[in-house]
Nanobody, 130 residues
């Protein structure tokens, strides 16, 4: 089972940028065979999809609320998926989690339901003040 570790969160002001990283500390073979997705969970709210990327990095998917501000990318040689967040807003405040779902090479459907992901990191906190 792949083990995921998130990093890069912090407390910033609105309009700032952050780069979050999701790194596989174990199970790197599974990592490169998995689509990786970032979810986020704000206090008192359900966990929601933010951005995802296929195992080969060629396809991405974004929630409407983050399109144009979030960019997801991956480097399988470094076992890392990066989420670049620009123009942060107070409503982006949440714990950000990355999750892995093993897929076949021709599966381009990035799932947005948390229950479809088997491996999760512990999350990194992002706090945006106005």
């Amino acid at each position: 089972q792949v083990q995921l570790v998130e990093s890069g969160g912090g407390s910033v002001q609105a309009g700032s940028s952050l780069t979050l990283s999701c790194t596989a500390s174990r199970g790197t073979g599974t990592f490169s065979s998995s689509s990786i997705t970032w979810f986020r969970q704000a206090p008192g709210k359900e966990r929601e999809f933010a951005a995802g990327i296929t195992r080969n990095g060629k396809d991405t998917r974004y929630a409407d609320s983050v399109k144009g501000r979030f960019t997801i990318s991956r480097d399988n040689a470094k076992n890392t998926v990066t989420l670049q967040i620009n123009n942060l807003k107070p409503e982006d405040t949440a714990v950000y989690y990355c999750a892995a779902r093993r897929t076949i090479l021709t599966d381009y459907n990035i799932r947005i339901t948390p229950g479809e992901y088997a491996a999760w990191g512990r999350g990194t906190q992002v706090t945006v003040s106005s």
